[in-house]
């Protein structure tokens, strides 16, 4: 069955960078669109990255713009976000996704804690 397993989170200080990585299994990852989605404390979860199947196209939530990269290997079956110059506002469980149609995998998050 479809799997997507996330890895790289941690806590960082203010200004500090994190690379979270996604591995994904039990489906055709090339044929996805792969997304990273986040949910802090008390907030709904929201949009950070998203990219298309082939890689292009990259779209990103504006808080995130310019800070933020998404991108993918399709050879490993792998998307990754790359997140520098991070802010405490980005703390929050970080979710990878893939999408195609009417079908949204999950992955089981991964806790970003930025914080001095």
């Known amino acids: 069955q479809a799997q997507l397993v996330e890895s790289g989170g941690g806590l960082v200080q203010p200004g500090g960078s994190l690379r979270l990585s996604c591995a994904a299994s039990?489906?055709?990852?090339?044929?996805?669109?792969m997304s990273w989605y986040r949910q802090a404390a008390g907030k709904e979860r929201e949009l950070v990255a998203s990219?298309?199947?082939?890689?292009?196209?990259?779209i990103y939530t504006t808080p995130v713009k310019g800070r933020f990269t998404i991108s993918r290997d399709n050879a490993k079956n792998m998307v990754c976000l790359q997140m520098n110059s991070l802010k405490p506002e980005d703390t929050a469980v970080y979710y990878c996704?893939?999408?195609?149609?009417?079908?949204?995998?999950w992955g089981q998050g991964t806790q970003v804690t930025v914080s001095s």
């Open positions: 990219i298309t199947s082939t890689g292009g196209g990259p």
């Open positions: 996704t893939a999408n195609r149609g009417s079908e949204r995998y």
């Open positions: 039990g489906f055709t990852f090339s044929s996805y669109v």
